[in-house]
């Protein structure tokens, strides 16, 4: 109270000018991929979308979605810039081609967060708690979830991702990456409500953010799973072969070679993985000896191989980016969730100018059986996924609880010295602490990675170097809640929440009967 007017002191933020307020939204936008690998500043992912939330609570829907747009801009723009990497270096694709598909790509996943800020902007006028609590942090997991799955999906900088080293990644095994996002944009609701209502931060505000917080480092001491049997010695093969020269038949044998040298050269192990493709041949082209050579090996050192490879059937009119084991019972993965440009051409007449300007080796492969079985190796059913397979956590839970361990393979090269290949390895953290799972990551230019069940990286390769990386991993056994039901339960409670947003704000604009 203000003795000398009476009056209580206003509780408004400061308003940004207009035009300062849309620059401070691509600003917002710009900081949060720094929440992530490599930087892993995690509380930006609460600040950043804090800021923009206190940017939308005052504009009309069209200026929130601008707003939203120019956030979604910063944030993808540097945030997935090594797009430009795969199609310009890596793709062969001409510089100003390169640049126009990354300009509609961002453009593309730009509009999530701009028709998330016009969405709660237009039908949801009022602004106050449940606005800042309950709406905003509900769109936001809606508007993630669909991006996860539309047009086969993109779940890249989901915010929940950033938090793996953060007490908010206790929720993970229980409500999956969405709900480590939820509980992130909850935060950024909190703080923003907080701008607005001042008296009330200390009261309220704080108390709040501090129970969600210790909620989830509570949330991430019970133990959903169980050793199974011993650890295992395990080594991740790193070829570090250069894609100019990888699909090269004069390269071949070299390859080959180096593949079979440090498989040998390494320790005593239970298993030995080779990254996606690693033999840069049809598996049914490879000498016969070579394989042999292999099975000999597994037979006398007792050691088990899961190996990268093309393979065709026998038509040659089906083409599968796979995984083999050699082991006792001998079995093979295909992906399935081909990598859209890359792998397969989606929309071909739409993009045919796109396909033609990439020169992409083995970009025309068809999808593996959905619901393949766990591959046997190491005494241990694996749960195999190729690529960024691992990016989508209700398909890595297809193979659990029956699998033991993860194993990913991949082919980083195409990203270069870029963000992606450790935003990858944080996406692989997430899995296993979703999981209950370690997750064995080879990949062929590195970072190669052995993670364990709690999502720490216990072993990891250089960079861009020719390496083999043993580790000692503990498979597991049992079920998360994540496990169990997969996403639905946080999609299920977030559109509750939604629906609840929208039936307070109808009370509130609801005009009062006449006496």
């Not at 930087?39 to 930006?44: E, G, K, Q, T």
């Amino acid at each position: 109270m203000n003795k000398q007017t009476g009056k209580k002191p206003s509780s408004r933020p400061f308003r940004f000018p207009p035009a300062a307020a849309d620059a401070a939204a691509l600003a917002a936008g710009l900081l949060l991929p720094l929440a992530f690998a490599p930087f892993d500043l995690f509380p930006l992912a609460v600040l950043s979308p804090a800021l923009l939330f206190v940017l939308w609570s005052d504009a009309s829907p069209g200026r929130a979605a601008f707003r939203g747009f120019l956030y979604g801009a910063g944030m993808f723009g540097l945030g997935v810039s090594w797009v430009y990497v795969s199609m310009h270096h890596y793709g062969n694709m001409p510089a100003p081609l390169a640049g126009l598909a990354v300009l509609l790509f961002v453009t593309g996943l730009a509009l999530y967060p701009a028709l998330c800020g016009w969405l709660q902007a237009r039908f949801f006028l009022a602004r106050g708690a449940w606005h800042a609590m309950v709406l905003l942090p509900a769109l936001w997991v809606l508007f993630e979830w669909i991006r996860g799955w539309f047009l086969t999906g993109f779940p890249w900088l989901n915010l929940g991702y950033s938090q793996v080293i953060s007490p908010l990644a206790g929720y993970a095994p229980w409500l999956g990456v969405y709900g480590v996002s939820f509980f992130c944009a909850l935060s950024a609701g909190l703080l923003a409500w907080g701008t607005h209502t001042s008296e009330k931060f200390l009261k309220f505000v704080l108390p709040l953010f501090a129970a969600v917080w210790i909620g989830g480092w509570l949330a991430g001491k019970v133990e959903w799973v169980q050793p199974a049997g011993k650890p295992l010695q395990v080594t991740l093969i790193q070829g570090n072969v250069p894609l100019d020269s990888k699909w090269r038949p004069d390269s071949r044998a070299a390859i080959m070679s180096r593949y079979a040298a440090l498989s040998a050269a390494a320790p005593k192990s239970d298993l030995i993985i080779w990254p996606e493709s690693a033999v840069p041949a049809y598996l049914d082209e490879i000498d016969s000896g070579y394989l042999e050579g292999l099975r000999r090996v597994s037979h006398a050192a007792r050691v088990d191989f899961l190996l990268g490879v093309v393979e065709r059937d026998k038509d040659k009119h089906h083409y599968y980016n796979s995984v083999v084991s050699i082991s006792p019972q001998p079995g093979i993965y295909r992906k399935q969730h081909l990598v859209p440009f890359g792998e397969y051409p989606p929309l071909e007449p739409l993009f045919s100018w796109l396909m033609r300007n990439l020169q992409i080796p083995m970009s025309d492969f068809s999808s593996g059986a959905p619901n393949q079985p766990p591959l046997f190796a190491a005494g241990q059913k694996i749960g195999v996924s190729v690529c960024y397979e691992d990016a989508f956590g209700e398909e890595v839970i297809r193979t659990l609880p029956s699998a033991t361990l993860l194993v990913n393979v991949s082919e980083d090269a195409w990203f270069g010295d870029s963000l992606a290949p450790h935003q990858r390895i944080q996406m692989a953290r997430m899995r296993a602490l979703e999981t209950g799972r370690p997750l064995l990551r080879a990949a062929n230019t590195g970072p190669s990675v052995a993670i364990d069940h709690h999502g720490d990286v216990m072993a990891r390769s250089p960079q861009f170097q020719i390496h083999a990386l043993t580790a000692s991993v503990q498979p597991m056994q049992g079920a998360t809640p994540y496990v169990r039901l997969g996403n639905w339960p946080i999609v299920l409670w977030v559109f509750l929440m939604a629906a609840a947003a929208a039936m307070a704000t109808r009370a509130q604009k609801r005009p009062a009967k006449m006496p």
